[in-house]
């Protein structure tokens, strides 16, 4: 329910016990999020719909970007975010040199709540500068923000907002980088004894599936000599 530790670089590691539950964020300049209104649909329907959308929409090949989409809100808004793929290989390879797991990987920009009619939103998390309207959350930038701004009356967010906003990952993540081919693979139930036993039963029925069909291949032989 609230932040415990906050700094930078070395020794975040130490704080984590074994099997500890871990959402990495990563930063608005390589993972800008947008919401796209699409209403009417299920929610699987919007968050596929959601990923096409900003796929035809991204600049460079479609092939060399990641897409993913979060929850679905009740009025059909959804978070969508385009990341390219070899900064999602350095991240997962980051943190698998630090032995870390991470349940999601999140983009910080998906963590700024939707401001209120005619305003925007600016917060500082992580380092960055980070600016929110109603259908995008970027990484705050002098020379277009004017433009995006467009006559919007811009809040500043207090550390407690950023605080809070952190903390509640712990019980809803808004956008999940971790899908399709980045998936996490899920540990399977059968410990080693018992895939072993699933091994030789399968080679037993394998064996059994041949013998019958060759059994009664020899007693046709026999039934036919005789």
């Known amino acids: 329910g609230k932040v415990a530790e906050s700094g930078s670089d070395g020794g975040w590691t130490a704080l984590l016990g074994e099997g500890a539950d871990v959402v990495a964020l990563v930063p608005a300049a390589d993972a800008p999020v947008r919401w796209l209104e699409l209403p009417g649909l299920t929610p699987p329907q919007a968050a596929a719909a959601a990923r096409l959308q900003l796929a035809d929409a991204a600049l460079g090949d479609a092939m060399d970007q990641h897409v993913a989409a979060g929850n679905v809100s009740d009025d059909g808004v959804v978070p969508v975010a385009a990341v390219a793929r070899s900064a999602m290989d350095a991240w997962l390879a980051q943190l698998a040199l630090a032995e870390v797991q991470p349940r999601a990987l999140v983009p910080v920009a998906a963590i700024v709540p939707a401001p209120a009619e005619g305003q925007a939103t600016r917060a500082a998390i992580g380092g960055e500068t980070l600016l929110r309207t109603?259908?995008?959350?970027?990484?705050?930038?002098?020379?277009?923000?004017?433009?995006?701004?467009?006559?919007?009356?811009?809040?500043?967010?207090?550390?407690?907002?950023?605080?809070?906003?952190?903390?509640?990952?712990?019980?809803?993540?808004?956008?999940?980088?971790?899908?399709?081919?980045?998936?996490?693979?899920?540990?399977?139930?059968?410990?080693?004894?018992?895939?072993?036993?699933?091994?030789?039963?399968?080679?037993?029925?394998?064996?059994?599936?041949?013998?019958?069909?060759?059994?009664?291949?020899?007693?046709?032989?026999?039934?036919?000599?005789?």
Do not use: F, H, N
């Open 134 to 226: 109603a259908t995008l959350c970027a990484e705050a930038d002098a020379l277009i923000d004017p433009m995006r701004l467009s006559g919007l009356q811009l809040e500043t967010a207090d550390d407690a907002a950023v605080a809070g906003w952190l903390a509640g990952l712990a019980e809803r993540v808004p956008l999940d980088l971790l899908t399709g081919a980045y998936a996490l693979r899920r540990k399977s139930a059968l410990s080693p004894d018992m895939r072993k036993w699933v091994v030789r039963l399968t080679a037993a029925l394998v064996a059994l599936t041949l013998a019958v069909p060759l059994v009664q291949a020899v007693q046709l032989a026999r039934g036919t000599s005789a």
